[in-house]
């Protein structure tokens, strides 16, 4: 079963088509780079999935069941775009918000105990601000905050995670680190990952495949498939899709080498 499938889905603002007829599937184990020009819509996809957003027309279901109805919501790890779920005033440490992720799989009474102590720490540690713990969240620097949301995001050990560009108010070594993590939890728990970034320049280096997103789905297939399609040779220019790919060994940059072109 997918982990994520949307069947001809479509949103509309004030009768303005923000995209239109999206089919595709996020099968277990897929590390999907969603790239596109900015305005393209992905934000907005990735909302329509959750269910944050009501579509226009069509379907979308996570787990094979669709957002509305949905209830293991600890299934699931979730990065927005921006820090709208998290208010930067609000009066608490970084341990409680990151404490915070546990809740999505609980009834009520939902409650942060004693025994949560161990998963807050194997959070704080992975995205290493450990020694923030007692930091309130509206003292930190941004890209502290992002580093806070997205321990929150993966304390559940999430079947699918979902990040909008996460990235982009880390620093160098952070951003490195994080994509370890990312490629970790790929390969070894077979974590499903879709990662909303606009650098589709180096998305080929961490992700098996890309969806590359304009109102529609201009292309969605494994890196060797965009390597080797003509279509998105004559779309993005055949120099710029074989950087875009990161085959070392596709025919254009063999054909490179024979010649020693660099």
């Known amino acids: 079963m997918p982990v994520v499938s949307t069947h001809q889905l479509c949103v509309r603002y004030n009768n303005a088509e923000v995209f239109r007829d999206v089919t595709l599937a996020v099968e277990p184990g897929d590390y999907i780079a969603l790239a596109g020009p900015n305005g393209s819509g992905k934000s907005t996809l990735v909302r329509a999935v959750l269910g944050l957003l009501e579509p226009s027309e069509g379907t979308a279901s996570v787990f094979g069941v669709v957002p509305s109805l949905f209830q293991a919501w600890h299934r699931i790890g979730y990065v927005p775009q921006r820090l709208v779920s998290l208010n930067p005033r609000f009066p608490a440490t970084v341990k409680e918000v990151v404490a915070m992720g546990?809740?999505?799989?609980?009834?009520?009474p939902r409650r942060i105990g004693r025994s949560d102590?161990?998963?807050?720490?194997?959070a704080?540690?992975?995205?290493?601000i450990t020694d923030l713990r007692d930091e309130l969240i509206g003292e930190l620097s941004g890209g502290q905050q992002q580093r806070v949301v997205i321990a929150r995001a993966l304390i559940n050990?999430?079947?699918l995670l979902i990040l909008d560009e996460p990235a982009t108010a880390l620093d160098p070594e952070t951003r490195e680190?994080?994509?370890?993590?990312?490629?970790d939890l790929n390969g070894r728990k077979k974590t499903a990952i879709v990662l909303v970034t606009h650098d589709i320049g180096s998305a080929g280096k961490y992700a098996s495949k890309l969806l590359?997103?304009?109102?529609?789905?201009?292309f969605f297939g494994t890196f060797q498939e965009f390597?080797?399609?003509?279509?998105m040779g004559d779309f993005f220019?055949?120099?710029?899709?074989?950087v875009i790919c990161h085959i070392e060994d596709c025919d254009y940059k063999k054909g490179l080498a024979r010649h020693g072109t660099h």
């Open 227 to 231: 390597c080797g399609s003509e279509l």
């Open 212 to 218: 590359y997103f304009d109102r529609k789905v201009v």
């Open 102 to 108: 546990l809740l999505a799989g609980r009834t009520f």
């Open 237 to 242: 220019g055949e120099a710029a899709q074989h």
């Open 157 to 159: 050990d999430p079947e």
């Open 177 to 183: 680190r994080f994509f370890g993590i990312l490629a």
């Open 117 to 122: 102590e161990a998963a807050v720490e194997k």
């Open 124 to 128: 704080l540690s992975l995205m290493d």
